[in-house]
């Protein structure tokens, strides 16, 4: 009798491999992936820099953005000024980007307006999403609500978004909930369209239509088969709204129907600032230049993560 114990194998094929028990799989996930694209990054870190401004302006040296001082008006960038205090004595007071035509200093209501301008961004962004996410899911799978609701938004589609924005903000109070119920309105059209899109592709697709025939419910339908498939298109969207909104938002400041004048806000900077604009053109250059990096790094973001989460769009662009 020949032991064979110790010479036991298991025949291998060169085609196959062993099999790996319990090990993970080397695919990186969706926020590895989009970590690992510059477009991401760099948006991303830009955008984060803007949030952390706005957060820790009292930190970062500002002043009151709208303590007006008659003495400090239209100072250069890096100029200084007698401030009095409350106790009644008076402190030099440098204004790193200069003051305005009221003396309020430039770089404190730079800072403070990064607050306005993003919480515009987001929260256009974020209501736009959930309405056009339940209007678009209504539309795309029941079939006799589609040609009402796209109606309507074709409607809306069909004015000029910032025309609408106008005309909705002159129907209320000028504020702040008022300016994003104008720019929210245009977006929910774009939103919907997208969502209503995706919905029609999924609907069709044999696994979907095997849960309609085994009588799965509409709303589980909904929720574990239709909502999944509109999460990427949605955040890639969304950050293209925020930055439309940042934008849509300081062109109403700047032409005056926007948030209020006291509020310091990058348009309302730059409109208070164009009177003067040949002799202190720093009242607008400043804003300017924190409105123009906020809405490219977030469109940059927005670029990256439509290439991360579709590449083959990525490859189509």
Known sequence: MVDTSNNLSVPTSPLTAPPTVGKRSSRPGALSRALQNTSVRI??????LMIMIGLAAPFLGAMNPTEINPIARNKLPGAESNKRLDDGTQVKVQHRLGTDSLGRDIYSRVLYGARVSILVG????????????????????????????????DGLMAIPAILLAIALVSLFRAGLGAVI???????????????????????EEPYVEAAITTGTPTLKLLWRHILPNTIAPLIVQGTFICASAILVEAILSFLGIGVPPETPTWGNIMSEGRQFFRLYPHNILYPGI????????VNMLGDGLRDTLDPKMAKRV
């Not at 948006?43 to 984060?48: E, H, R, S, Y």
């Not at 256009?124 to 040609?147: C, E, H, M, Q, T």
């Open 43 to 48: 948006g991303g870190i830009v955008v984060a």
């Open 290 to 297: 924190f409105l123009g990096l906020t809405v490219l790094a």
């Open 122 to 153: 987001v929260t256009v962004a974020f209501i736009s999403i959930v309405i056009g996410l339940l209007i678009g899911v209504a539309s795309g799978y029941f079939r006799w609500l589609d040609p009402i609701i796209m109606r309507v938004m």
């Open 181 to 203: 119920l104008a720019i929210t309105v245009p977006e929910i059209p774009r939103v919907v369209r997208l969502v209503r899109s995706v919905v029609l592709s999924v609907r």
